[in-house]
């Protein structure tokens, strides 16, 4: 089955600055690969998500680029603010019979003020 | 309701006990996916239900969990005979058929089992 590795697993940086998280897949038939958002207590909430006939999508500050080629993706943000202090995970699904999501670990982002 | 909601949202057993959790999909969402989430992990598959149909459970971890959504709708997660390894956030998702672009899973607020 899918194996998503992701890392760092936490990542501080300054306000302004900007952050990367990558992540590898496993599954060369995986084409869909969202990122989620979970802020501490509350639900995993999708933020940005791409699929494998394009190799870079952006929303505002946030971009996420894939490699098909080395099954790897990133997530960019850019400018970072304290309220995007946060857990965020990536995740990779294959559309064969059903879209089953695989997810990383998980990068705890802290961005001091 | 407007967002997936799952009950109870805090549990506490005893080992040995079982437990009952629910998850209230998105109206008309057909997939529905149940995933465990241990503290600083990511969330773990367990199982998936298209309508009534539970086409994978190749991620429960034991024969003591069960689930079910018999009417295509609302779902239970039984573990029987708890064990203090189920200590744990079970997160329900929902999300529509997949058809169109989007695939994006709605989560709940999740379960907390405590198993002490």
């Known amino acids: 089955g899918e194996n998503v590795e992701q890392h760092p697993s936490t990542l501080s940086v300054q306000e302004g600055d900007s952050a990367v998280i990558k992540c590898t897949y496993s599954?060369?038939?995986?084409?869909?690969f969202p990122w989620y958002k979970q802020e501490l207590g509350k639900r995993p909430q999708l933020i940005i998500d791409?699929?494998?006939?394009?190799g870079e999508k952006k929303d505002q500050r946030i971009a996420v680029t894939l490699n098909k080629t080395a099954k790897h993706f990133s997530l960019h943000i850019t400018e970072t603010q304290p309220e995007d202090s946060a857990v965020y995970f990536c995740?990779?699904?294959?559309?064969?019979?059903?879209?089953?999501?695989?997810f990383g670990t998980g990068t705890k982002l802290q961005v001091i003020p | 309701g407007a967002g997936v909601s799952q009950s109870p949202r805090y549990k506490v057993a005893k080992r040995g006990q079982d437990v009952a959790l629910r998850c209230d999909p998105i109206?008309?969402?057909?997939?529905l996916f149940w995933y465990q989430q241990a503290l600083g992990q990511g969330p773990e598959f367990l199982t998936y239900?298209?309508?009534?149909?539970?086409?994978?459970k190749s991620g429960l971890p034991s024969d003591r969990f069960f689930a079910e959504r018999p009417e295509g709708s609302v779902s239970t997660l039984k573990i029987q005979r708890t064990q203090q390894e189920d200590s744990a956030v079970y997160l329900c998702?929902?999300?529509?058929?997949?058809?169109?672009?989007?695939?994006?899973?709605?989560f709940g607020e999740g379960s907390r089992l405590t198993v002490l």
């Open positions: 998702a929902s999300s529509s058929t997949g058809t169109g672009w989007s695939r994006e899973l709605f």
């Open positions: 599954d060369s038939a995986s084409n869909y």
């Open positions: 791409i699929r494998s006939n394009v």
């Open positions: 995740a990779a699904s294959s559309s064969g019979g059903y879209q089953k999501v695989t």
């Open positions: 109206s008309g969402h057909v997939s």
């Open positions: 239900f298209q309508n009534e149909a539970q086409l994978d």
